[in-house]
């Protein structure tokens, strides 16, 4: 979580491959109506060329009919030599919105390639191909913001060849969900309700929180656990506090056994902290404060391992435990940069404490916004010290990145490519509105002078939050990398104009109640856009 006055994250470009000019292809490309679910004319080369066109070097992309994915005929590109070569196809008549585009590949040692779109209202769009001896299917996220787009495939190489085979390119559309663990942050709930909050379903109804969310395909709970909430922190010259007896492993327990009565995984995320951390603010507890690093890596192993094992004591093992919260930089005052053997001690440190209390539950490691060097050089070190770990997490919020949906799926894509692990967005969210529940307040997204959005306009509405939601949860499950999704507290209500009993500090707004699901009545009812977590 972002938190005011702390930091401001700055947005991060996604690297674009390797391409041709847009303008040499528009003039080069045949148009194509779309009107079917497969929008693209001869997705699997059955008919040749027809459809398709090839700019580049001459002869250098063909049909074959050596071992196609399906058919008698696929795309071949290859020749003598070097050579640099797409074939693509132009859409016109596109709604705006996400679409995915995917395809069958088989990458036979060409130096370069990739699915790509382009001229689509949007920046080009990449995804590197990997390669394979084998078919492997491969999707790239479209962001579409006019009435047509080019859609294809590149490679550049001077040796190899690239099958490919059985396109398609769709148009992202609500449905009944899909095997995709999709929930969010809950730790609030039991401070929420002792100050008196109360929730209600889109009819009315008063009941627990957890109540209104599992009926609508709620199935991930996410716990946060700090070492002793309550004491005093001092960062940037001012001292800060949580609220004393909420956000600790009792509470966690409490909540998660809550959660698993109503059908639904843990997410155990620990901040090895007695406060928030971040990127920027990664402050051990005061009871480890003047550690040495053995001390520090036995501190965290017993922490962790006793965390769990109460957690399990009490009936419930964690799906998933996240050891650590973007933790890009440092943990526990332990700077990445400067020493990493010794971040990374302190990591496996943590890591072995959940093989050894729980060894069925996943660890997930969560950095934050998104960046190929930042995670490029995290995942090479990570190798490099030998970190046991099954998860990459990430946090990818549109207003402070300011990317696309598609842009959004297509790193989470990259980042179980070279990482080799599956991906979770552990960080997310939409706003419904963009006024604060009180007066005088100004949310979170409005305070940092954020797009709501991103580059899109879906709305700061509840329908807006609903499409927004829903395509975002597509997007990320068609990536085939992606196998979880925490929204940013779903939960999130607000008590009064300023200080809330809830809010982000003792003596503090709570900020995010703009990006929940939940209105501002005095009892929170749900809004429509909910349903998105059993219709994406």
Known sequence: MQIRKLRKRTATAIAAGLALPAATLATASPSVQASEANLLTNSGFESGLAGWTNVGTAKSAYTG??????GSTDLVHGANGQWSVNTVQTLTGLTKGTYTLTAWVKNNGVTSAGLQAYSCGDTTQTLDLPTSSQWQRVTLSVSVRSSSCTVGIWSNSS????????????????????AMDVGGDITY?????????QYADSAGNKKDVLDVLAPQGFNLARIRVYNKPGNFVTTNGQRYQ????????????????????????????FHYSDFWTNPGMQIRPEDWAGYSQSQLEKAIYDFTAASVQKMRAAGVTPAYVSIGNEINNALADVDRWTTPADYFALLSSASKAVRDTSPTSKIAIHLTTPGRDLYAGWISDAKKYGLDYDIMGVSLYPFWTDMSIASLANFASWVGSASGKPVMA????????????????????AGNQLDPDGPENYGASPEGQLRWTREFFRAMH???????????????????????????????DNEVEDTSFFDYNRTHKALPSLSAFRTW
């Open 65 to 70: 009919t050596t071992n196609p994915h399906s």
């Open 159 to 178: 040796g190899g060849t690239l099958q490919a085979d059985d396109f398609s390119f769709t148009r992202i559309t609500a449905g009944p969900g899909g």
């Open 189 to 197: 709930r039991r401070l929420n309700a002792a100050a008196g909050a």
């Open 242 to 269: 949580l609220q004393p007896g909420w956000q600790d492993i009792d509470d966690a327990v409490k909540n998660a056994q809550a959660a698993k009565a109503r059908g639904m995984k843990v997410l155990l995320t």
């Open 426 to 445: 552990l960080e997310t969210g939409y706003p419904w509105t963009l006024k604060a529940s009180g007066a005088s307040e100004t949310t979170l997204i």
């Open 478 to 508: 068609n990536t085939g990398k992606v196998v979880g999704i925490s929204y940013w507290d779903p939960i999130a209500i607000d008590f009064a104009d300023g200080a809330d009993p809830n809010g982000w500090i003792v003596g503090g």
